[in-house]
């Protein structure tokens, strides 16, 4: 079974850098598109971009774009998103799910979650 | 971009009610949208792709229906276990778009 384990949840300051991780497991991780997907407290679900981490290609929502960086460990079968300079809106609970298919970008196994928090 | 538009965005029913939720999309997404429902503090569950196809596992009290621009996830007999916020998601073209989401309330 696809497993998607994110790390811990974060606490940072204005102008820090961070960045999550999301590893997968199962035979076809690396054969399959990871995307992240935000949702700010108490508010919807928003798609950020996706990355493949077979060779760490990485398409991004233009509202995000220059914003963050999606990138793949391969051998560790882990995909990270980080920001250069968090902003307190930046706070919100990060998601990283799997696309089903290259041409099928529904979304069918999910990670539990990184709450990163973003206050001075 | 695709804009994804739910109604209601909440909803009051109670166990054993038919529920409807409506997602209508900005342009023609022929049948490329899924179906997700959160429970609070929870990622997503898969539970409708192609508009109307159930995700493995997915209890067949959950349908959905439409094409094009007009879409629908229906809840036959709802359970206690069903009150929860259902998205619906369009993946026809980048970027991918959510719906607001339709919160399912007691």
């Known amino acids: 079974e696809v497993q998607l384990v994110q790390s811990g949840a974060e606490v940072k300051k204005p102008g820090e850098s961070l960045k999550i991780s999301c590893q997968g497991s199962g035979d076809s991780f690396s054969t399959h598109w990871i995307g992240w997907v935000r949702q700010m407290p108490g508010k919807g679900l928003e798609w950020m971009g996706i990355?493949?981490?077979?060779?760490?290609?990485?398409k991004y929502s233009p509202s995000f774009e220059g914003r963050v960086t999606m990138s793949a460990a391969k051998s560790t079968t882990t995909v990270y998103l980080q920001w250069s300079s968090l902003k307190a809106s930046d706070t919100a609970m990060y998601f990283c799910?799997?696309?089903?298919?290259?041409?099928?970008?529904?979304?069918?196994?999910w990670g539990q979650g990184t709450l990163v928090t973003v206050s001075s | 971009d695709i804009q994804m538009t739910q109604s209601p965005s909440a909803l009051a029913a109670s166990v054993g009610d038919r529920v409807t939720i409506t997602c209508r999309a900005s342009q023609s997404i022929s049948s490329w949208l899924a179906w997700y429902q959160q429970k609070p503090g929870k990622a997503p569950n898969l539970l409708i792709f192609?508009?109307?196809s159930l995700e493995s596992e997915v209890p067949s009290r959950f349908s959905g229906s439409g094409s094009g621009t007009e879409f629908s996830l229906t809840i036959s007999s709802l359970q206690p276990d069903d009150f929860a916020t259902y998205y619906c998601q369009q993946y026809k073209s980048y970027p991918l778009t959510f719906g607001g989401g339709t919160k399912v309330e007691i």
């Open positions: 799910a799997r696309l089903k298919g290259a041409y099928d970008s529904r979304f069918d196994f």
């Open positions: 990355v493949y981490p077979g060779d760490s290609e990485a």
């Open positions: 192609k508009a109307s």
